[in-house]
């Protein structure tokens, strides 16, 4: 594969726009699929369109379509036309706490939307690969029954043989998803399975918390995105239990589309991947309050509710030893101070193009 048509569904949202300029950048004819539907999510603030027209500037070859997954006749006729070489699906209902409120909705988009791009792929570009962008919640609420420690501003895992995280092995029944985390077992056991059963390219990468500036951050999806819009506004943050002590593990956008080029390169049929940022990047709510105000020089104003997300993590951190082991051309290449500056600037009006 020298240059690729290369598929970016959810091309407008976090993950999605940092590919459609990376590999656009790298001459690859890039087609992003995006339906903006993050707005019929989310409100106005969830609203994506202005990453879109940022990405038409910044672009060379990218060409958009408003196209939903979940048309699966649609789909079928884009896979018939450009017979793509690669496919990075990030398209999603991608709130926890949104779900709740539209199960039908979430599962149709998740899973069904994944089937059909899946089959797409089988039908018309076999010999493609394809990334998967799952979620850690397929663990449910499992990750929990590590044994934890209490230290004055986090959570931490109590033995030293978890220091390195939940890895792979981690089981993904019998614990409470959270309607989203159950759409995404359907939608990542499948993509498992057209990897294994059919043999095809295709690769899985559970998600920790996946950040950067180009995040339409809301309350109910986007840890540090939102975290710092509204600190930077002076408004009020909500923590939901665990006295703020819970810990992710955050990783730049750009990473995670480092990560998926490693795969397309060197492809293992479904193969699973925990990526996230790691011990070294992992922080908890209370530990990012001090270190915003650190770089903003403005204090957090934050109200607690003693009422613990439903199936949330109270530290979750993600193994990384696998994907490393896999593709030892890859790293973590920005820390957590470097992205929450980037962050920052970025709120600050000054976002990279
Ligand atoms: N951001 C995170 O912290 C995180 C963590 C773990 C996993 N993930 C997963 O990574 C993937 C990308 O996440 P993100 O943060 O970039 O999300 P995002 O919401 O920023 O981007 C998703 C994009 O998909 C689009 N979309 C939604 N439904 C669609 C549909 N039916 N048809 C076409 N487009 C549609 C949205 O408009 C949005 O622009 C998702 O699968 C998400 O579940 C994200």
């Given at each position: 594969m020298s240059k690729w048509r290369l598929l970016v569904t959810g091309s407008s949202g976090l993950i999605g726009s940092e590919a459609v300029q990376f590999f656009d950048r790298q001459g690859h004819h890039v087609v992003g699929v995006d339906n903006n539907m993050r707005r019929e999510f989310f409100g106005p603030a969830g609203d994506t369109t202005?990453?879109?027209?940022?990405?038409?500037?910044?672009?060379?070859?990218?060409?958009?379509?408003?196209?939903?997954?979940?048309?699966?006749?649609?789909?079928?006729?884009?896979?018939?036309?450009?017979?793509?070489?690669?496919?990075?699906?990030?398209?999603?209902?991608?709130?926890?706490?949104?779900?709740?409120?539209?199960?039908?909705?979430?599962?149709?988009?998740?899973?069904?939307?994944?089937?059909?791009?899946?089959?797409?792929?089988?039908?018309?570009?076999?010999?493609?690969?394809?990334?998967?962008?799952?979620?850690?919640?397929?663990?449910?609420?499992?990750?929990?029954?590590?044994?934890?420690?209490?230290?004055?501003?986090?959570?931490?895992?109590?033995?030293?043989?978890?220091?390195?995280?939940?890895?792979?092995?981690?089981?993904?029944?019998?614990?409470?998803?959270?309607?989203?985390?159950?759409?995404?077992?359907?939608?990542?056991?499948?993509?498992?399975?057209?990897?294994?059963?059919?043999?095809?390219?295709?690769?899985?990468?559970?998600?920790?918390c996946l950040t950067g500036p180009n995040h339409s951050g809301v309350q109910l999806h986007g840890f540090l995105s939102y975290l710092v819009k509204v600190a930077m506004a002076g408004e009020t943050y909500t923590v939901f239990g665990y006295q703020g002590k819970q810990v992710r593990d955050n990783i730049h956008s750009f990473d995670v589309v480092r990560a998926a080029e490693e795969f397309f390169l060197n492809p293992r049929p479904g193969e699973v991947y925990n990526i996230g940022g790691g011990r070294e990047n992992s922080v908890s709510i209370l530990e990012a309050f001090d270190q915003i105000e650190q770089a903003t020089g403005k204090k957090v104003r934050w109200e607690y509710r003693d009422e613990a997300r439903k199936g949330d993590h109270i530290c979750y951190i993600s193994d990384l030893r696998k994907l490393r082991a896999h593709f030892p051309g890859w790293s973590i290449s920005r820390d957590l101070g470097s992205i929450l500056q980037e962050m920052i600037g970025a709120e600050r009006g000054l976002k990279a193009v």
């Open positions: 202005w990453n879109l027209e940022r990405l038409k500037k910044a672009t060379s070859r990218f060409e958009h379509r408003d196209l939903d997954i979940r048309d699966r006749a649609r789909i079928f006729a884009l896979f018939q036309e450009f017979r793509f070489d690669a496919i990075l699906h990030c398209a999603a209902q991608p709130s926890h706490d949104k779900a709740k409120e539209i199960p039908l909705v979430d599962f149709e988009v998740n899973a069904v939307g994944t089937a059909n791009l899946l089959e797409a792929m089988r039908q018309f570009c076999p010999e493609a690969r394809m990334v998967f962008l799952s979620t850690n919640k397929v663990y449910g609420d499992a990750p929990n029954e590590k044994a934890l420690k209490e230290l004055p501003k986090r959570y931490d895992y109590a033995k030293s043989v978890d220091w390195n995280g939940i890895s792979e092995e981690c089981r993904i029944d019998r614990t409470t998803h959270s309607i989203f985390g159950a759409s995404k077992v359907a939608a990542d056991v499948l993509a498992q399975e057209y990897g294994r059963y059919f043999g095809l390219n295709v690769g899985v990468f559970r998600g920790g």
